[in-house]
């Protein structure tokens, strides 16, 4: 089997650019290589491409320079790789809003790129994602479990899954981040119960499991990752509030320590703990930070969704 060009797969199916159309790849220094492939790639269609470089960007949020925040607005494609997130920018928000299609890869490895989540069928994640969201639109009460131990309840009653995240960003003022393949919704905050061992990763890879006991929707007691209790410390009690489910529908991404990969895991559960209010919570929070499970089993309302890893619907 031939490898596939992660580059390749980003602007011709997820992006699917066309001849002419104008495409910025938006880079810091620590991605110049990464960008230059997609650069290459969007030269290949016969894209007018042009390849801006920025300092390294240090912190999520962190804006670009004006001029390149206004250049943003007059493209029909961005694709941005940098160490840190540049979702939420205002330049960003500015430019989707303009109709710019723009896809966000934070953090992005040549491994992700070219073995990794990148490598995906795109095309069958969105059929996949459709098929279940479709079976999970009306769900009350969910449950997680797994051999290990976690055994957690939540009530997602009124709560809307994420389905959005399929890679497949070809109509005006679309947005993604990529590699893509995940569905996630926030909790109703106060109803999470139970105990999560965490297998996966959590902010990176783990040797150990992490043990996180819950009690009315926040991590009462985190048992094996001090550098994860300092950082969800840094939000006060809100830092604890479980957040976010969500379920990895990606079959190449790989567990690496990369949040931008390892949420998209298929036959993984992701949780969140944190900020929930970009994605219909109502907690405000310093922080954001999200644990693996690996090989769960999912039931919603009686309804198994996933057993030991493997999805049922």
């Known amino acids: 089997m031939s490898k596939v060009n992660g580059a390749k797969v980003a602007i011709e199916t997820c992006l699917n650019v066309k001849k002419g159309e104008r495409v910025m790849i938006l880079t810091d220094l620590s991605k110049a290589t990464i960008a230059e492939s997609l650069f290459q790639a969007a030269m290949d269609v016969g894209a007018d491409a042009v390849l801006m470089k920025i ?3 240090v912190k999520d949020g962190q804006e670009p320079m004006a001029p390149v925040g206004k250049m943003m607005k007059d493209m029909d494609v961005i694709v941005i790789t940098t160490e840190m997130s540049m979702s939420h920018t205002g330049a960003r928000r500015r430019a989707s809003k303009a109709g710019v299609r723009i896809a966000t890869m934070p953090g992005i490895t040549e491994h992700m790129l070219n073995e990794g989540g990148m490598t995906a069928d795109f095309k069958d994640i969105l059929k996949t994602t459709r098929r279940v969201a479709r079976k999970l639109r009306k769900g009350n009460k969910l449950i997680i479990k797994t051999e290990l131990g976690t055994d957690l309840q939540l009530d997602i009653k009124g709560r809307t899954w994420v389905a959005e995240d399929t890679g497949i960003c070809n ?3 679309d947005f993604t981040n990529l590699p893509a393949g995940e569905m996630f919704i926030a909790p109703v905050e106060g109803s999470a119960n139970g ?17 996180v006991n819950v009690k009315d929707g926040y991590a009462t007691r985190i048992v094996g990752a001090h550098d994860v209790v300092k950082e969800l410390n840094k939000g006060g009690k809100t830092g604890r509030n479980i957040a976010k489910v969500g379920i990895g529908l990606n079959p190449e991404a790989k567990i690496i320590g990369k949040i931008l990969e390892d949420t998209k895991v298929l036959g993984t559960v992701n949780i969140g703990f944190g900020d929930n209010s970009m994605f219909g919570g109502r907690v405000k929070s310093a922080v954001h930070l999200v644990g693996l499970i690996k090989n769960p089993t999912m039931v919603i309302d009686n309804v198994i969704i996933m057993k030991e890893g493997e999805l049922k619907i």
């Open 55 to 57: 300092p390294d960007v």
């Open 171 to 173: 109509k005006k003022g």
């Open 195 to 211: 105990v999560i061992m965490i297998d996966g990763s959590f902010n990176d890879p783990l040797l150990n499991p992490v043990k």
